[in-house]
C-alpha cells in the first residue's frame, strides 16, 4: 500500500514550452502533497506543500507563477512548469501525506531535461 | 529556524563494517523524526521513524537509530553493513502537527565488497 506514481518519468522539452508532471497517491487520499526539486547528489528542495481544494504554500524564493500546482482531487496533484528554461531541468519529486501513518510517501520522480 | 544537520557527507565503509550517521537538528518544541533512504536510481523510502516512546527505533533491513533529545540527536546506526546498502541517506525533522519536513543534506554511503 501507499503508492505514489509520477508521470511522465522523463521528459524532455524546448526552451519556452510548458510540461505538466502528474503525482498521484494510488491507494490512499491526500489532501496534501509536496513537491521538491532535487539535485545531483544533493538533498531534496521542498518548491511548494500543495492542498487539496486550495491554493498551494510556495518556498521562499520559489516563482508561483512559473511552477504552477493544481490539486483537484484527494488523489492528484500536477506540477506545470510554465515558460521553461534550461535552468529548470532537473529531478522533479512529489510525496504524498498519509495522515493514518503520518508519514509522506514518495513518487519515483520526474526528470525534466530543457534544451 | 528550524534545521538539520548531517555530518557526514560521504562514508565509505567495508562490508561487514558497523554503521553510525550523524543527525542533529534545531527544535525546542515536540518533533518527529525520519530517516530516508535513496538507493540509486530508486525513489526515497523511509528507514525508519520515531514520534513518541522509546527512544531507540528499529527499521526496516537491519537499521535502527536513537533519539537523545538533550542532544537533539537521532543517529542512525547498523551493526554490520552490506554491499546493498550503497545508498544516499537523509535525516528529516517535522515539528509537531506540522507537516512540512525539514530535511538534513544527505550522506552518501559507499559499501565496498
Known amino acids: 500500500g501507499a503508492v505514489v506514481s509520477q508521470h511522465p518519468s522523463w521528459v524532455i522539452c524546448k526552451s519556452g514550452t510548458s510540461v505538466k508532471i502528474e503525482c498521484r497517491s494510488l491507494?490512499?487520499?491526500?489532501?496534501?502533497m509536496f513537491w521538491y526539486r532535487q539535485f545531483p547528489k544533493q538533498s531534496l528542495m521542498l518548491m511548494a506543500t500543495?492542498?487539496?481544494?486550495?491554493?498551494?504554500?510556495?518556498e521562499q524564493g520559489v516563482e508561483k507563477d512559473k511552477f504552477l500546482i493544481n490539486h483537484a482531487s484527494l488523489t492528484l496533484s500536477t506540477l506545470t512548469v510554465t515558460s521553461a528554461h534550461p535552468e529548470d531541468s532537473s529531478f522533479y519529486i512529489c510525496?504524498?501525506?498519509?495522515?493514518?501513518?503520518?508519514?509522506?510517501?514518495f513518487g519515483p520522480g520526474t526528470r525534466l531535461t530543457v534544451t | 529556524a528550524q534545521s538539520v544537520s548531517q555530518h557526514n557527507h560521504h562514508v565509505i565503509l567495508s562490508e561487514a563494517a558497523s554503521l553510525e550517521l550523524g543527525c542533529n537538528y534545531s527544535y525546542g518544541g515536540t518533533v518527529n523524526l525520519f530517516w530516508y533512504v535513496q538507493y540509486p536510481g530508486q525513489h526515497l523510502q523511509l528507514l525508519l521513524k520515531y514520534f513518541s516512546g522509546d527512544p531507540l527505533v528499529k527499521g526496516i533491513k537491519g537499521f535502527e537509530a536513537e533519539f537523545i533529545k538533550s542532544k537533539f540527536s537521532f543517529n542512525l546506526r547498523k551493526p554490520s553493513v552490506q554491499w546493498s546498502d550503497t545508498a544516499e541517506y537523509f535525516c528529516a525533522v517535522n515539528a509537531g502537527n506540522n507537516r512540512k519536513l525539514i530535511w538534513g543534506l544527505g550522506t552518501s554511503l559507499a559499501v565496498n565488497p
Open positions: 491507494d490512499f487520499q491526500a489532501t496534501t
Open positions: 500543495s492542498n487539496e481544494g486550495s491554493k498551494a504554500t510556495y
Open positions: 510525496s504524498a501525506w498519509a495522515s493514518g501513518n503520518y508519514e509522506q510517501y
